[in-house]
């Protein structure tokens, strides 16, 4: 008779992320900044908790009840309503006795200090793109490109024509998605993908921006 394969050790300190590009673009980040791989960058499981910020939603209380848990880490887009997405994170930390979270999400990110007094899991959270404005992981990325570049200049002109001609396929909502991406597909191995032009340095890993979030990680996990 075989053996029963023993289940996955669970990683004590994991950054949750709503999809794969979240996750190789921080991967990027931590490499260039070289960053001990003290946490698990995870994306919930599409199977059981389908795709975006309700899965990320999800995920948070079963993450926080796992045996000999130490660190969460959240990192989701505000999109159009900062406020909103704030506060369903804070609704689900409250729940599970977190209290005294900030109204409004810092400016370099929000991390739970209260941890030694009630024994619960260290938790932090980051709104794409920085805290402060609606808005997703694109919008984070175009700010690693530098800002008297003239491509991205030329590629906003261009979804500009697109949108006002009513060509464009995408929503308007996605047009960040559509600019990084145009703007990308422009450079000397078109279509790289975001982390790889991190790591490649297309994209600025030095960026003002770039280098709050990596203090961010600092703070909650080392």
């Known amino acids: 008779m075989p053996k029963a394969s023993k289940p996955p050790k669970i990683k004590p300190q994991q950054l949750l992320v709503e999809g794969k590009n979240d996750r190789h673009v921080i991967w990027a980040l931590c490499e260039k900044h070289q960053l001990p791989e003290t946490f698990s960058v995870e ?50 930390l409250n729940a599970k006795g977190y209290q005294n979270i900030p109204k409004a999400p810092p400016l370099d990110g929000w991390v739970y200090t209260e941890r030694e007094a009630t024994n619960l899991p260290k938790v932090g959270v980051w709104l794409m793109p920085d805290n402060q404005l609606p808005g997703m992981l694109e919008n984070f990325v175009a700010r690693l490109i530098s800002e008297d570049d003239g491509l991205l200049t030329k590629a906003e002109l261009f979804l500009h024509d697109v949108e006002q001609a009513g060509l464009n396929r995408y929503t308007l909502i996605h047009n960040p998605k559509a600019l990084i991406h145009t703007w990308l597909a422009c450079q000397q191995t078109p279509g790289m993908p975001m982390g790889q032009a991190i790591t490649s340095q297309i994209l600025s890993y030095n960026s003002p921006l770039a280098l709050v979030f990596v203090e961010w990680l600092r703070r909650l996990f080392y």
């Open 43 to 92: 994306v919930p499981s599409e199977e059981d908790f389908g795709q975006g910020i309700e899965a990320v939603l999800a995920e948070i209380p079963i993450r926080l009840k796992q045996e000999n848990f130490r660190t969460l880490g959240i990192v989701i887009d505000a999109d159009q309503d900062l406020a909103a997405r704030w506060q369903s994170v804070s609704s689900r």
